[in-house]
């Protein structure tokens, strides 16, 4: 495998130990892009969210902080899945936060689940 094939293949769906490393990494590298995404979104209190692909969770974090009624995330990485859990145990508990493991191609909601749905920096790994 070369190096640019295992780089790719840890940015479209972290995993193990470098997985760990690479969340912190896409907050930071993404955390403006995000912002700006959620901002120019500008959920509403009876909004239903669905952020594809969310990685190390900032866009979730911002999302959160608005006033969405609720938020469901999708991401392919289960190591990412895992640590969001944790991250945000407290609004998935609240019913406010939902998260699977799913690829974009077989989402697990029922059509017209979401009045608004966003996804940055993604689309490069989608084939």
């Given at each position: 495998m070369t190096k640019q094939r295992w780089w790719v293949?840890?940015?479209?769906?972290?995993?193990?130990?470098?997985?760990?490393v690479m969340a912190p990494l896409m907050n930071q590298s993404n955390r403006a892009h995000n912002a700006a995404v959620v901002e120019a979104r500008?959920?509403?209190?009876?909004?239903?969210?669905?952020?594809v692909g969310f990685g190390g969770g900032v866009a979730l974090r911002h999302i959160l902080?608005?006033?969405?009624?609720s938020v469901a995330g999708v991401e392919l990485s289960q190591d990412m899945v895992a640590r969001a859990r944790?991250?945000?145990?407290?609004?998935?508990?609240?019913?406010?936060?939902?998260?699977?493991?799913?690829?974009?191609?077989?989402?697990?909601?029922?059509d017209r689940s979401f009045d608004g749905v966003y996804s940055v920096?993604?689309?490069?790994?989608?084939?």
């Open positions: 293949g840890q940015a479209s769906c972290p995993h193990g130990r470098f997985g760990r500008a959920p509403k209190a009876s909004d239903r969210i669905l952020d902080a608005g006033p969405a009624k944790r991250t945000f145990s407290e609004e998935l508990s609240h019913g406010r936060l939902r998260l699977e493991h799913a690829s974009v191609e077989q989402l697990p909601f029922e920096n993604c689309i490069c790994f989608l084939a």
